[in-house]
């Protein structure tokens, strides 16, 4: 996407990055970022029930992403993502949002079937402004991500 990122402002005590991106789910959500390099296994690389990472070797194993915004390069692995990520909808522990670098049909089928706002194609790398425990507000709808940093809480 084209255009350039709002630099840090301070607003009070908060430090808040702004960055851009195209929609691919509608919505509007916030929560705590859990971000991962790390692509994303849906079919047996996360629990369902749980809503935790349990693929061997991912820097992610034993954590959950439930109600977070997940931030992550793309998916990996079979079609099986889509049937994954809906069931931890169906369980209340998908993530709140999504924001990955890279569209696949995998990644796309997920996100809609999760039914989380979700957003690629960003100005500025959202693992480059994002870690994991900052405050992110995903607005799909307008495009914008709103980043507040866990240091600045």
């Known amino acids: 996407m084209s255009g350039s990122a709002t630099q840090p402002r301070v607003a009070g ?3 808040v990055i702004i ?3 195209r929609k691919v789910v509608p919505g509007v959500a916030e929560g705590e970022a859990l971000v991962t390099r790390d692509r994303i296994s849906g079919w047996g690389g ?3 029930r749980t809503g935790t990472v349990v693929e061997t070797r991912h820097e992610l194993r034993g954590q959950s992403f439930a109600g977070k915004v997940l931030v992550f390069p793309g998916a990996k692995g079979s079609s099986g993502w889509s049937a994954a990520f809906h ?3 169906l369980m209340n ?3 709140a949002a999504f924001l990955f670098n890279e569209m696949t049909t995998k990644i796309a089928l997920g996100a809609v079937v999760t039914h989380a ?3 690629t194609d960003f100005d500025r790398d959202p693992m480059e ?3 994991t ?3 992110v507000r995903v607005d799909a709808d307008r495009g914008i991500v709103e980043i507040t940093k866990k240091a600045a809480r």
């Open 117 to 119: 706002p979700s957003m």
């Open 46 to 48: 996360i629990d369902s």
């Open 93 to 95: 522990v998908a993530p």
């Open 129 to 131: 402004c994002i870690e």
């Open 133 to 135: 425990g900052d405050w």
């Open 19 to 21: 960055i851009h991106g």
């Open 87 to 89: 069931m931890a909808r």
């Open 13 to 15: 005590a908060s430090s």
